[in-house]
């Protein structure tokens, strides 16, 4: 029974590794015309692509974190900058709204310490705290009480500190750079002059241009390591170009699958047991602003189609200006 359950488990491998095709389909070689294969170096490889070229995301909650609990009172500004705006409008209301609620609860222990028109019930008590911890003071209702007015010392006190906190995150919120760099949906595996390469197209999204733009690109595997422990492993996948001096429009980074590229015989079923995915990291400095920037994404290799590339977003225009068609940026096409 047991060597009938392996030799079915053989087969099923074998028909998973047939179906998937090698990322080097396209081997570094030519026929040269001749029908003779002629195998060139990585090196040779690079030239012939760079030439080319000048004529043309596993998230955190896919994670289960064990014995680690993510606190917010210990990270508090942390949680208070990364979240959404949604949520931070939200968080921000509620918290506005149990403030006062607590101070209004406060005075309505001491009724008769805090003067006005009419009966003070909780909802004229929690205006007034409102009015009291805004520093607004309209007069209308006042504390005459000790214990009222203690009461008030301390919402004032807590109303600055409030406002000042408040102040300085939603400052912090606004004021933080980002790159607003697009990445192509998809990357593609081409093979230009019989050369095949991954690649991966970014563009700027902003008006001002993007300074001394540096990018990394690596492979990132789940691997079993040398003495048993499941591990993430990170290659590097050398660019073809990995610096870019000024990014205005749009860029098409080039990883040329040769000998020495991790990438090299490997199969998407490989990939997929590994649960492999390509990493993009950026880094550049806004014109503008004068920043840091940052931007990052990760491609499965499901969104990875072979001998494919990107259509051309970038023609000129009859009134000699340059026209970038930002509707197809996502578009590619068969070789």
């Known amino acids: 029974m047991r060597s009938l359950l392996r030799q079915l488990k053989e087969k099923r491998e074998a028909r998973l590794t047939a179906r998937y095709n090698k990322l080097d389909d396209a081997p570094l070689q030519n026929t040269n015309g001749t029908g ?4 060139f170096t990585t090196k040779e490889a690079i030239r012939r692509f760079r030439a080319h070229a000048l004529v043309e995301e596993k ?7 064990v014995g680690l609990t993510d606190s917010v009172w210990t990270d508090l500004y942390h949680h208070a900058l990364t979240i959404s705006w949604p949520s931070f409008a939200a968080l921000s209301v509620v918290f506005y709204f149990l403030v006062n609620l607590f101070f209004a609860l406060l005075y309505l222990i001491v009724p008769m310490q805090v003067t006005g028109t009419g009966q003070h019930g909780l909802l004229s008590l929690f205006f007034f705290s409102v009015q009291t911890l805004s520093t607004v003071g309209y007069g209308g209702m006042v504390p005459v009480g000790t214990t009222a007015n203690v009461i008030v010392s301390f919402e004032v006190l807590a109303g600055m500190m409030i406002n000042a906190l408040a102040t300085g995150v939603v400052f912090a919120r606004f004021a933080r750079p980002r790159a607003r760099i697009m990445f192509s949906n998809k990357a593609v595996i081409s093979s230009e002059n019989g050369v095949p390469a991954l690649c991966i197209r970014i563009a700027n999204m902003r008006l001002s241009v993007i300074l ?4 990394e690109v690596a492979l990132s595997r789940l691997v079993m390591s040398e003495n048993g422990h499941l591990v993430r492993q990170f290659d590097q996948l050398l660019l073809v170009q990995s610096h870019v001096p000024v990014l205005r429009f749009a860029f098409v980074m080039a ?3 040769g000998p020495e590229s991790p990438l090299y015989g490997k199969s998407m079923a490989e990939l997929d047991k590994e649960t492999a995915e390509i990493v993009v990291t950026v880094t550049g400095t806004d014109e503008a602003l004068g920043q840091t920037v940052f931007a990052r994404t990760a491609y ?3 969104l990875v189609h072979h001998n494919h590339r990107f259509v051309d977003i970038v023609a000129p225009r009859p009134d000699g ?6 509707t197809r940026f996502h578009d590619i096409e068969k070789h």
């Open 300 to 302: 499965r290799f499901d």
């Open 36 to 39: 003779k294969k002629v195998h």
């Open 321 to 326: 200006r340059i026209a970038v068609d930002y």
């Open 59 to 65: 998230s955190h909650r896919d994670i289960v974190r």
């Open 212 to 215: 001394s733009v540096d990018v």
């Open 255 to 257: 990883h040329v699958i």
